[in-house]
């Protein structure tokens, strides 16, 4: 065979091969196209979003949201043009409006990008929560964002189909005055404690039912009987209060399947926190209308003199809340006939006697038989200068941890 003869053959092998590997080609998509056909497969590519559950990304996204509300509130257009996406066409006026929150967030992480969907909400000039839904972009070399409103439509196709791979493109954002961000590393619990409680204050502001599903089911029953009325009557005496208050200091105890938190508040309030995992938590008003175990446990374990001490806290603790059902529940029935007859009449006594918070100065108490008659001083601040008051109480110590009280009425 000539040389001729042998680069013929050659060419021919290597065209066959090449007209088979075609066929092989064509027939693998046909079974691919067959597969997509019976199965309904999209072959678009697409990025799920994924609810945030860590605490440091969510606080760095709510933080970078927050600044984008204060540009608008603030009508800062210089701002809002360096911030927002160019296509963004949907666009609600946020002037005049306040008590701006953050209520979910669901994030494709795109490597050196991303793309979030928002769901956030604020009180408008008539005193009316409004939803505001965005779509975040981040770029995480340039440490960036640009964000635009979207309407909820394209808020709820987005959680349902995900990130489409046309939207992946062109995601480079160039720096400018507004629109950098740094991630929030140094988040402590304090941080998420706050989140939780603007969060729980907010919507008991604006709705209600929803704070009251938000309560452990325990308290809820213990505290306002299943009834959202007597709950709704607890907000209006209290809502400002709580709307003005911040988180300041907690104790952390673990607990089975959760971790529980006693949170002290600047006004000298505590409540409870229980998180089951990251944005999924109930809460509890107070630490005295539900008694764990532990609690009981402790109690059992004091000194008469020391449960009279702790009762007296708590009775105090109640009339900072406001909770007068509760102290009235706890007054001696004889008492309570001659005295006040009604829950109505001891609420007016209450109000007129005690300070709206009370610091509690050192307390004598002296055992006589069977009841405990104790001299407490109470001040309307904790400054030497503030005036002061003196109540003395009578208390009987129960069974567990229940007592029976009465009071001096001048």
Do not use: C, W
């Not at 040389?3 to 027939?27: C, E, P, Q, R």
């Not at 933080?63 to 927002?84: D, F, G, K, M």
């Not at 440490?143 to 909820?152: G, K, L, M, P």
């Not at 404690?193 to 938000?214: A, C, G, H, T, W």
């Amino acid at each position: 065979m000539n040389k001729k003869s042998f680069k013929i053959i050659i060419i021919l092998l290597l065209v066959l091969a090449i007209v088979a590997i075609g066929i092989i080609i064509i027939l693998m998509q046909s079974n691919i196209d067959e597969v997509v056909e019976q199965q309904g497969i999209n072959l678009e590519a697409s990025y799920e979003l994924e609810k945030v559950d860590r605490a440091n990304f969510y606080i760095t996204i709510k933080n970078i949201v927050s600044r984008y509300y204060y540009y608008s509130r603030n009508a800062n257009q210089e701002a809002l043009q360096a911030v927002t996406a160019k296509e963004s066409q949907n666009i609600q006026e946020l002037a005049n409006t306040d008590n701006f929150i953050v209520k979910d967030i669901y994030y494709a992480d795109l490597l050196e990008n991303g793309i979030g969907y928002i769901e956030a909400a604020y009180t408008d000039a008539n005193n009316t929560s409004n939803t505001l839904y965005l779509k975040i972009y981040l770029d995480f070399q340039n440490q960036t964002f640009q964000i635009e409103q979207v309407n909820q439509t394209d808020y709820e196709t987005a959680l349902e189909q995900g990130i489409q791979e046309m939207d992946r493109e062109n995601n480079t954002i160039e720096k400018n005055q507004y629109n950098q961000f740094q991630e929030a590393l140094n988040v402590v619990e304090e941080d998420i404690l706050s989140l939780y409680y603007e969060k729980y204050v907010y919507i008991s502001i604006n709705n209600p039912q929803e704070s009251f599903d938000m309560l452990d089911e325990e308290y809820r029953l213990e505290k306002f009987n299943n009834d959202i009325q007597t709950y709704v009557d607890y907000l209006n005496l209290n809502i400002e209060d709580m709307r003005a208050d911040s988180v300041t200091s907690y104790t952390e105890q673990e607990e089975e399947g959760y971790t529980k938190y006693e949170v002290q508040t600047a006004n000298g309030k505590t409540f409870i926190i229980k998180e089951f995992d990251f944005m999924q938590y109930s809460i509890l008003l107070d630490n005295y209308t539900v008694q764990s175990e532990e609690i009981v446990e402790e109690y059992n374990e004091l000194s008469s003199d020391s449960k009279v001490a702790r009762n007296i806290r708590n009775i105090f603790t109640m009339l900072d809340n406001q909770d007068y059902e509760q102290v009235y529940s706890h007054l001696d029935n004889t008492f309570k006939q001659n005295n006040f007859p009604t829950i109505e009449q001891f609420e007016e006594y209450a109000r007129n006697t005690f300070f709206e918070t009370n610091y509690l100065g050192e307390m004598r108490a002296i055992q006589q038989g069977n009841i405990y008659v104790i001299t407490v001083p109470y001040k309307e601040r904790a400054s030497a200068a503030a005036e002061e008051r003196q109540k003395i109480f009578f208390m009987q110590l129960l069974d567990g941890t229940d007592f029976v009280m009465s009071f001096e009425v001048e």
